[in-house]
């Protein structure tokens, strides 16, 4: 077994404006960190009380696409568009959240949420002061961020969050590929870049927008491992490193990183259904050797 990672980078304290993120303590970090979730159009009645799911403009989800809700899968339901006091009491979800018991709120921009409804010129169609150009399609998130008070379209956002003394950024690599099987996730940027014109490896990087990037420490999640996460820290890529699919699957993963156990597979099967198999049954390093 290797002599694991305990003195890289990977495992060093993060300043993060007014908090110190403790690498070792990253489960209990994630227990008490707000996380905003804010769904817009990407969600069911049966998930917010009855209501109609609201987004930046009224349209429709991708055909075919279903909705988790308590009572089993359920098709699509049509968003209606937000009222600007719709916006406004969006805007104050997040700042009410920060006002909470959380320790902080990340302000979940990626992955479909409300402020990339907001961004993306496919689905807000806006005619007003939150559509439009990038400057308006960018007010809703740079409003959240002025209410949370934390002292190609995503450069322009990203550059203005970090003159916003934003306490970190937390970016996806593009390339993860959550459902694709292990062969798609190799293919997938050979194909993009042969589509493209461009080399492979400058198919789907975070890398320009870490050179965007001046003020504020980023986080970059996004297929990372126990092999090229402590090179990614090392060679300053990212300040830190999120795990989504191994932290599932590993209760442990910084005692695993740190003394160079491996990182147990996980189960896609399980990751999106209900009950406690493949949530809260996959043993630590310790009970696995046990
Ligand atoms: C089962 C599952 C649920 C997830 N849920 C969310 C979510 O609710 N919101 C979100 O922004 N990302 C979600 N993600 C994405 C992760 O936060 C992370 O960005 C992604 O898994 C990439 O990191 P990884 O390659 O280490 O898994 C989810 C991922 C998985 C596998």
Same mark, same amino acid.
């Given at each position: 077994m290797s002599s694991g990672l305990a003195d890289t980078k990977l495992f060093s304290p993060l300043e993060i404006g007014r908090y110190t993120l403790k690498h070792r303590n990253e489960s209990l970090l994630r227990a008490s960190f707000g996380s905003s979730l804010l769904? $817009? !159009? +990407?969600?069911h009645p049966l998930n917010i009380g009855g209501s109609t799911p609201l987004g930046p403009s009224k349209n429709?989800?991708?055909?075919?696409?279903?909705?988790?809700?308590?009572?089993?899968?359920?098709? /699509? +339901?049509?968003?209606?568009?937000?009222?600007?006091?719709? +916006?406004?009491? %969006?805007?104050?979800?997040? %700042?009410?959240?920060?006002?909470? %018991?959380?320790?902080?709120?990340? +302000? !979940?921009?990626?992955?479909?949420?409300?402020? =990339?409804q907001s961004l993306c010129?496919?689905? =807000?169609?806006?005619?007003?002061?939150?559509?439009?150009?990038?400057? /308006? !399609?960018?007010?809703?998130?740079?409003?959240?961020?002025? %209410?949370?008070?934390?002292? $190609?379209?995503?450069?322009?956002?990203? $550059?203005?969050?970090d003159k916003r003394g934003l306490a970190y950024? /937390?970016?996806v690599e593009l390339s993860s590929d959550l459902f694709g099987t292990d062969e798609a996730k190799v293919k997938q940027p050979k194909e993009i870049a042969k589509e493209r014109d461009i080399e492979e490896e400058d198919v789907l990087t975070l890398k320009p927008f870490r050179a965007i990037i001046k003020a504020t420490p980023l986080i970059a999640a996004g297929s990372y491992t126990n092999t090229n996460a402590a090179p990614a820290v090392e060679s300053g890529a990212t300040d830190a490193v999120a795990f989504g699919r191994y932290f599932i699957s590993n209760p442990d993963p910084p005692e695993r990183l740190a003394k160079g156990y491996p990182l147990?597979?996980?189960? !896609? =099967?399980?990751?999106?259904?209900g009950g406690l198999e493949g949530f809260t049954d996959y043993p630590t390093c310790q009970e696995a050797k046990a």
């Open positions: 769904t $817009g !159009r +990407i969600t429709k989800v991708q055909e075919g696409m279903v909705f988790l809700t308590p009572d089993g899968p359920q098709p /699509h +339901i049509e968003a209606e568009e937000m009222a600007e006091e719709d +916006i406004k009491e %969006a805007i104050e979800d997040f %700042a009410h959240a920060f006002k909470c %018991a959380f320790d902080g709120v990340e +302000i !979940r921009s990626a992955h479909g949420f409300l402020p =990339n010129d496919e689905i =807000n169609f806006r005619k007003e002061k939150y559509g439009g150009s990038i400057e /308006h !399609r960018t007010r809703f998130m740079l409003e959240v961020v002025g %209410a949370v008070d934390i002292v $190609g379209d995503y450069g322009y956002a990203i $550059g203005e969050f950024i /937390h970016l147990a597979e996980y189960s !896609r =099967n399980t990751f999106y259904t």
